[in-house]
Every structure is written in C-alpha cells, then in structure tokens.
C-alpha cells in the first residue's frame, strides 16, 4: 500500500520535524497555562469582589474572552496591537492570547471551587479575626484547590491542544512544521496521521491524571 | 497610534454585510453539525453505557481519541487524510463543507458523548435515591 511504503521511507524524517516543533507547542502551553494560573486568580478574586463596578468589569472580561474565538483573538493581538506602538513577536502574541483567553475560563474554575467552600467557614474565619484577605488565603483557597485540581487539569489540555491555532501567526510549532512538510512533500496522510499520534501521546496520559484526580477529590469528599 | 474609528467610518458599510454575509455560513455549519454530534454523543453514550464489551472498547476508543486531538488537526485530517489512503474512490462530493462538518461533528460528538453519559449517571443515582426513600 502507498502509505505504508511512504511511512516506511520517510516516516523518520517526518517524525523528527515534526517534533522539532514540539519545544515551541510545550514552551507556548505551559507559558500560557503559568499567565492564565496567576492572572485567572486575579480575575476571580475580582468576580467575587464586594464593589459592583469590580464584579461588572470581571464579568465583561470573562464574558469578552469566552465569548470569541480564540483564533479571533490572537489576530487582534498579532496585528492590532502593532497600531498601539507595541510589536510582539509571534511567540509572545501567543502567549498573551492563550494566556488571556484561559484566565477567563480559569477565572471561572476559580469561581466555582471558592464558591463550593461553605460559606461558614468564611464567616468562622472573620469571627476570629482574620482580614478577608488573610481568610481567603489561609482558609478559603488551600480546601478549593482540591475541588478545582481536576477542571484545572482537564483545562491544560485543552490549552495544550488550543496551541495548535497559533501557527496562524507564524509560530513554528508542530502543526506549522506538518503544514510545511505537506507542501513540500505532498503527503498529507503519513504527516497528519503522525500529527495527531503525537498529541495524543501528550493528551490521553493528561486526560488519565484529570480522571485520577477527580477520583482523588470524589473520595475526599 | 490608533485610528480605529476613522477606518471603520470609512469602510464599514463595505465591511459590515460582507461579514454578516458569511455569518451565515458560520450559523450554517454550527447548526447541522450540532445536530449531527447531538447524534453522534447520542448513540456513543448509549455504546459507552452497554454491556456489550466490544461496543464499550469502541466506544472508550473513539471518545479519547477524539477528545485528545485539537480540533484543528481533526479538520485536516479528515479533509487531507482519506482522498489520499483511498484515491481510487470518488471524493468530488467531499467538499470543504462537509468536510468541516465532520471534522466538528468527530470532536462535538465525543464531548456531547461524556456529557450524555454524565447526565444518565447523576439521573439513576438520583433515581435510585428516590426509590430508596420512598421504599
């Protein structure tokens, strides 16, 4: 059969350029999943703030971000925010979108395992004389970040796979590298089949550690 | 510096129904391929759920495949991939459509698939709850 023998003759080559892209698709991730982790935080906090003005800023920012497409977004940084004076270069331009584009969702994981703590545990803290602060440091986010581990985890792989985008302003990644090989050597089966394994060998093992852990948290509960 | 609201004064009448004009193909695609995946998680929850043993490994199988391939590189594959492993059929019907279609319904279906199957669990753990009450 012709894939076979074309797998056979320049599978190696295929395979070695393709992961030659594989630095820049973990270096984009785990840059975005670091700004979306701190950012996101921040952005929760401001959702639950007490000032409604806070909450309704928070809110059109997460509204803004999950509402378009990522694709969407990373052009209007790439090529909008040139007119503004600032020049990213493909790789922080991807960064700043994926890392935007997460904190919103990530904003709403937060949002979901601060709220499940109950809310006496809040009051108790403030009635020995904690800060609100001090309560939501200390006694608040140590207990949700058992509940949110799992989402958290099942996010970075969608983060991971989202990274695949980003080739489309000029960030030599995997799926940029499959899209030069196809147009040099026209075989697009062998190249994307070979593709996809390789994501996959990143995100089931992922997938595997969000199950274990959402077992983890169904027990602790 | 910025000059958007001059640029879009100028061309937006241009613009404006252009875009609108393929936000129909955007709705066109998402509403039969949501249909389709509705489908699509429909009958893969219902393999998932079997006790069938070979259906459930299909099943695990597609779901995790599926899931694990960005959305971009299901596309590709499906639009790129078959013509070429099968060129002696003919593909003139497999237009970019279609093929954008499938490439969502692949990836919508296995989300919808653990939604669905999600759903079946907490409504017989909520009926089993009930029946143990009222017994």
Known sequence: MRFLEVLNQKGWYFLQELLGGWPETVSVAMGSLAFALVFGLFVALVRLSRWRLLRVAAIAYIEFFRGTPALVQIFVIYFGLPDTGLRPSPFQAAILCLG????????????????????????????????????????ILPQAVRIMLPPITNFSIVLLKDTSIIFSVGVV????????????????????????????????????????????????Q | MLQLPEIYAQNIHRWLPELLYFALTTLKIAAVSFVL???IGLVFALCRTSRIGLLQ????????????LPIVVVLYIVYFVPPQLLPGLNWRWFTDFTGAVVGLDISGGAILAEVFRWVSRLCTRANARRRSRSA
């Open chain 1, 100 to 139: 935007l584009n997460g904190a919103a969702y990530l904003a709403e994981i937060y949002r979901a395992g601060i709220q499940a703590i109950h809310g006496g545990q809040m009051e108790a803290a403030l009635s020995l004389g904690m800060t609100p602060a001090h309560a939501m440091r200390y006694i």
């Open chain 1, 173 to 220: 990644e995997m799926m940029a590298k499959s899209r030069n090989l196809i147009t040099e050597t026209l075989q697009s089966a062998v190249i994307l089949l070979m593709l996809g394994a390789i994501y996959l060998c990143m995100t089931i093992p992922m997938a595997r550690i969000a199950a274990r852990l959402e077992r983890a948290k169904r027990a602790w």
């Open chain 2, 37 to 39: 995946a509705v489908l």
């Open chain 2, 57 to 68: 490994a299909i099943a695990i199988g597609y779901i995790e495949v599926a899931r694990g």
